[in-house]
Every structure is written in structure tokens, then in C-alpha cells.
């Protein structure tokens, strides 16, 4: 539905994202296995994807490097969307805003959320920096429930956040917690981790789903 509101949007395809997604249009349904009577005819090179199609790029994990190249394509998803609305009026913003805020999923208000339109549009903000938690050499990996999941160090993703966002000093312990998480065994649900939460590298509608997906 968000994308919906957003059209159209112009992606670069490698060779075998095209080939996948001219196989997999279901991917860009609610349902994966969906049978599809429609010939996309993707190309390598830059297409201007319709939103069904913006939702398969996103949502395929079995191209390149799963769940890792998934990602750089969500995040390629977000930049093309903003790149498309970043020069609409302040009120246009909003109100295009409003439309998709009931498709987010966050602890952030409404107001807050618009605040923050507000700000990208009156200050001409065209620049976004991206940044990914768990850091490389953070986390081990592991099966909890059936899934795969990796297991971040709490304490080494928050400092490293905090020196990304905020400038603050790494701590002195920094390479000592790296190597006890370089020779950590691979985690399981029968294991006490008690630095460390797990997320789903599986899951959810985002994720094309093997019956246990979570983003």
C-alpha cells in the first residue's frame, strides 16, 4: 500500500535479478505462489518498476548474497522513493506522509513522524547516510525455533551506534568484546545468551517466505 502511494519507481536490475523476478512475479503479491498471467520482461540495466514489482525486488532473498543483498535492496527501494517525493511541497509531504504511516511499523508518533517531513522538506535535505546494526564481526549465528537468526552483542551495537550517530569515544574493552564474539560457538534456543537478543534473518511478509520468515 505505501508504495502504492509512492508509483513508480526507477531501479537498477543486475542480469539475474531481472531473470528471478520474470519467474517470481508472485513475489510481488501477498501470496508467493501466486500464478501471475502477466509477462513482466525485466532487463538487465535500470527499469521503471510499477509498485508490485518494487515489492518482488525487495522482497527476494535467493539472489546473491540472501538476506545480506536483500537488505542493499530495501535500502536501494527507500532511497529511489525518496529521491521520487524529495522535491514535492512541504504539503504534499504530508499529506503523502499520512498515507503511509499506517503501513509503518514504529514506536514514533504520528507528530513526531511528521516533524521529521518537515524538517527533510524545509531544509532541502537530498543526502541520506545509511547505516547497519548488527556491524560486521557483532553477532553469531544461529537456530532458534527452526529459524536462522543472528545473535548481536547488545553492548558492541550500541557503542558502535552511538560513535556512528553521536560521536562517542568506542570503549577501551572494544577489541576484547570482538574477539569473545569471533570465538563464539554458533547460538541456539537451548543456549543462555544473556548479552544478546535475537533477530529473524528469515521472516514476515517482507521476506519471501519458507514457512518461517522474519525481517
Known sequence: ??????????????YDEATYMNA?????????????????GLKEGVN????????????????????????ERQKKVIMAA???????SAAKLLSLASKIFPCITTDLKNSEL?????TLSV????????YRVPV?????????????????????NSAYLQNYL?????????????EEVASSSAYSDTDVYSDSTSYSTDGGYASESDGSDGY
Not at 3 to 13: F, P, Q, R, S
Not at 143 to 154: R, T
Request: with cysteine.
Open 82 to 88: 525518496y529521491k521520487k517525493v524529495q522535491n514535492l
Open 48 to 71: 521503471t518498476l510499477k509498485p508490485k514489482q518494487v515489492l518482488c525486488y525487495a522482497r527476494m532473498r535467493y539472489v546473491g548474497n540472501s538476506d545480506w543483498d536483500r537488505t
Open 114 to 118: 511528521l516533524g521529521y517531513v518537515k
Open 136 to 156: 560486521d564481526g557483532t553477532f553469531t549465528e544461529g537456530q532458534i525455533e527452526g529459524m536462522s537468526v543472528l545473535v548481536p552483542n547488545l553492548y558492541l
Open 1 to 14: 500500500e505505501a508504495l502504492t502511494e509512492v508509483g513508480d519507481l526507477d531501479i537498477e536490475l543486475t
Open 24 to 40: 517470481n512475479e508472485g513475489l510481488g503479491s501477498a501470496d508467493d505462489n501466486a500464478e501471475v498471467n502477466e509477462a513482466w
Open 166 to 178: 553521536y560521536g562517542k569515544a568506542l570503549p577501551d574493552d572494544l577489541d576484547e568484546k570482538l
Open 123 to 130: 531544509n532541502h535535505i537530498t543526502t541520506i547516510e545509511t
